[in-house]
């Protein structure tokens, strides 16, 4: 009797998080029926129940975590319980039921495409060797924006086909340029699909009826068919072509298909799982870096003082050459920190990718039920007044005498996350951000068109569905810069 005793007790004085209050089948839904963003909303929130609170929405329990010490319990402590993702809808549908890396569950199948997309394309090995592909394409960038005779360009659409250029030559080979247009246009379609709060996703056991509803299901076919289509045209091209590609460099559907032919792998490849990896690669690496060399430009056009800066060193770094190599651009150490600066206070997944736990289990003390969907709020750690000094202003300095990096070792600084599912694109990424964002400084100065009222009027508004990005476009005027020998 007292075992009995003792255990019911242990059982109820589980302690829970603390969150809003909830309404009966919708929980506490109404509590994001504003405009804010919802990382803004949870930051307001956090402020009111604490950096570790619960939130029910619709069927779904969230917890957030707001603070570095409840972002190493989710990403550190507890991260082989939290290292699944939730399945969202859109995921399912036009991502082959999940079978990409990003939302993948956790597991075997999960580790094998890690590793295999780790080694044969996002290494920094193989990262040096694709340089040319980075070289070629920034190259082509610079062309492009001179030929604009002063009339304003629109960076973000330019980033946004540079970042998808360099992904998809890597990932497809040179021969994709009719197929990545109609991939490029299906896929801007297929983000706006994937917010973390779809009303689908927050009412699990109606999402197919609420889809039908909302006309998303439909959408999400087309999609799912659009760009099974273009899989399958670039696929085949691969196979037709064979093990015989000669002397060119193994892109990733060669990767891919070598793989899959041989036939090692504990869990086999289908050739669903070949387009879902290729998909979620292409989904990963487009938005997230073009999104903030948007957010670069634009801090670096409110300060006038911090942009001159950044051009000096790389055009120092210029002096006398005609192209750079990857060593100067990796030497080009204050625009890294203008990166990493950016990336505190504009964050493309301010929430990351959200995590699900696979059994019920603790954060701090707090209980946390199974299936509960867990965030990290990196927006507003990045603008915790307690972590970083004046954070709304935009210093890059304040990263010269820390030791912070974008490993995921210290929480106070996660742009691409943490534990066993961090950003495995951190290298690639940097590569491409830095090339393409160098070039652009070194080759031009850029104003504001005057229609947009000048330096202090630069609209900073920002969107998030998935990723966050500028609201409006950002056009400039490209200014040629006499380059002195
Ligand atoms: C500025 C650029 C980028 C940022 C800020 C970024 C950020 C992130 C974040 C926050 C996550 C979730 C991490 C977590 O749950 O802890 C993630 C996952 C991922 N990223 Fe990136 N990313 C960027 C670029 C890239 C690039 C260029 C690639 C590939 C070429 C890439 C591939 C991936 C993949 C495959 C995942 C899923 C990993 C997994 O679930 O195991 N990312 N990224």
Same mark, same amino acid.
């Given at each position: 009797?007292?075992?009995?005793?003792?255990?019911?007790?242990?059982?109820?004085?589980?302690?829970?998080?603390?969150?809003?209050?909830?309404?009966?089948?919708?929980?506490?839904? /109404? @509590?994001?029926?504003?405009?804010?963003?919802? /990382?803004?909303?949870?930051?307001?929130?956090?402020?009111?129940?604490?950096?570790?609170?619960?939130?029910?929405?619709?069927?779904? #329990?969230?917890?957030?975590?707001?603070?570095?010490?409840?972002?190493?319990?989710?990403?550190?402590?507890? #991260?082989?319980?939290?290292?699944?993702?939730?399945?969202?809808?859109?995921?399912?549908?036009?991502?082959?039921?999940?079978?990409?890396?990003?939302?993948?569950?956790?597991?075997?199948?999960?580790?094998?495409?890690?590793?295999?997309?780790? @080694?044969?394309?996002?290494?920094?090995?193989?990262?040096?060797?694709?340089?040319?592909?980075?070289? %070629?394409?920034?190259?082509?960038?610079?062309? !492009?924006?001179?030929?604009?005779?002063?009339?304003?360009?629109?960076?973000?659409?330019? +980033?946004?086909?540079?970042?998808?250029? @360099?992904?998809?030559?890597?990932?497809?080979?040179?021969?994709?340029?009719?197929?990545?247009?109609?991939?490029?246009?299906?896929?801007?379609?297929?983000? !706006?699909?994937?917010?973390?709060?779809?009303?689908?996703?927050?009412?699990?056991?109606?999402?197919?009826?609420?889809?039908?509803?909302?006309?998303?299901? +439909?959408?999400?076919?087309?999609?799912?068919? %659009?760009?099974?289509?273009? $899989?399958?045209?670039?696929?085949?091209?691969?196979?037709?072509?064979?093990?015989?590609?000669?002397?060119? %460099?193994?892109?990733?559907?060669?990767?891919?298909?070598?793989?899959?032919?041989?036939?090692?792998?504990?869990?086999? $490849?289908?050739?669903?799982?070949?387009?879902?990896?290729?998909?979620?690669?292409?989904?990963?690496?487009?938005?997230?870096?073009?999104?903030?060399?948007?957010?670069?430009?634009?801090?670096?056009?409110?300060?006038?003082?911090?942009?001159?800066?950044? @051009?000096?060193?790389?055009?120092?770094?210029?002096?006398?050459?005609?192209?750079?190599?990857?060593?100067?651009?990796?030497?080009?150490?204050?625009?890294?920190?203008?990166?990493?600066?950016?990336?505190?206070?504009?964050?493309?997944?301010?929430?990351?990718?959200?995590?699900?736990?696979?059994?019920?289990?603790?954060?701090?003390?707090? /209980?946390?039920?199974?299936?509960?969907?867990?965030?990290?709020?990196?927006?507003?750690?990045?603008?915790?007044?307690?972590?970083?000094?004046?954070?709304?202003? +935009?210093?890059?300095?304040?990263?010269?005498?820390?030791?912070?990096?974008?490993?995921?070792?210290?929480?106070?600084?996660?742009?691409?996350?943490?534990?066993?599912?961090?950003?495995?694109?951190?290298? +690639?990424?940097?590569?491409?951000?830095?090339?393409?964002?160098?070039?652009?400084?070194? /080759?031009?100065?850029?104003?504001?068109?005057?229609?947009?009222?000048?330096?202090?009027? $630069?609209?900073?508004? %920002?969107?998030?569905?998935?990723?966050?990005?500028?609201?409006?476009?950002?056009?400039?005027?490209?200014?040629?810069?006499?380059?002195?020998?």
């Amino acid at each position: 009797l007292p075992i009995i005793f003792f255990h019911g007790q242990t059982k109820n004085t589980k302690q829970l998080l603390p969150g809003p209050w909830k309404l009966p089948f919708l929980g506490s839904i /109404h @509590q994001l029926l504003t405009r804010e963003q919802t /990382h803004h909303r949870f930051h307001r929130l956090s402020k009111q129940y604490g950096d570790l609170f619960s939130i029910k929405l619709g069927g779904v #329990d969230f917890v957030v975590a707001s603070s570095p010490c409840s972002a190493r319990a989710v990403l550190n402590t507890q #991260d082989h319980v939290l290292a699944s993702r939730p399945t969202l809808l859109a995921v399912e549908v036009i991502g082959y039921n999940s079978g990409g890396i990003g939302f993948s569950p956790y597991g075997q199948y999960w580790r094998q495409l890690r590793k295999i997309c780790t @080694q044969e394309l996002l290494s920094s090995r193989k990262v040096k060797a694709l340089g040319f592909i980075r070289y %070629e394409e920034g190259e082509r960038l610079v062309e !492009k924006i001179g030929s604009a005779g002063g009339a304003p360009v629109n960076l973000t659409e330019m +980033f946004m086909a540079v970042s998808n250029i @360099q992904i998809t030559r890597t990932a497809f080979g040179k021969e994709c340029g009719r197929s990545r247009g109609r991939f490029l246009s299906a896929m801007k379609e297929t983000l !706006k699909l994937l917010p973390m709060l779809r009303v689908a996703d927050l009412f699990p056991s109606m999402s197919f009826l609420i889809s039908c509803l909302d006309g998303s299901s +439909f959408q999400m076919k087309r999609l799912r068919r %659009e760009m099974d289509a273009v $899989l399958d045209e670039i696929i085949e091209e691969h196979v037709m072509r064979g093990e015989d590609g000669g002397e060119m %460099e193994e892109d990733l559907v060669d990767v891919l298909l070598r793989i899959q032919r041989k036939g090692e792998l504990q869990v086999p $490849l289908t050739m669903d799982n070949v387009k879902a990896v290729i998909l979620d690669m292409l989904v990963a690496a487009t938005e997230t870096t073009s999104n903030t060399m948007c957010w670069v430009m634009s801090e670096l056009m409110r300060h006038p003082n911090i942009m001159s800066k950044t @051009q000096l060193e790389i055009r120092e770094a210029f002096r006398g050459k005609t192209r750079l190599e990857d060593n100067d651009i990796s030497g080009l150490r204050y625009l890294h920190l203008v990166i990493m600066e950016t990336l505190r206070m504009h964050p493309p997944l301010p929430l990351l990718l959200p995590r699900t736990c696979s059994e019920a289990t603790e954060l701090l003390g707090f /209980h946390i039920p199974a299936k509960a969907r867990v965030v990290v709020n990196v927006w507003a750690i990045g603008r915790d007044p307690m972590i970083w000094k004046d954070p709304e202003s +935009f210093w890059p300095e304040r990263f010269e005498e820390n030791s912070r990096d974008f490993k995921g070792n210290n929480y106070e600084y996660i742009p691409f996350g943490s534990g066993r599912r961090v950003c495995p694109g951190i290298t +690639f990424a940097m590569a491409g951000m830095e090339l393409f964002l160098g070039l652009l400084l070194n /080759h031009f100065d850029w104003k504001i068109p005057a229609c947009d009222g000048g330096l202090e009027e $630069l609209d900073m508004e %920002e969107e998030f569905d998935g990723t966050t990005r500028r609201k409006k476009d950002l056009c400039l005027i490209a200014v040629p810069h006499e380059i002195l020998g």
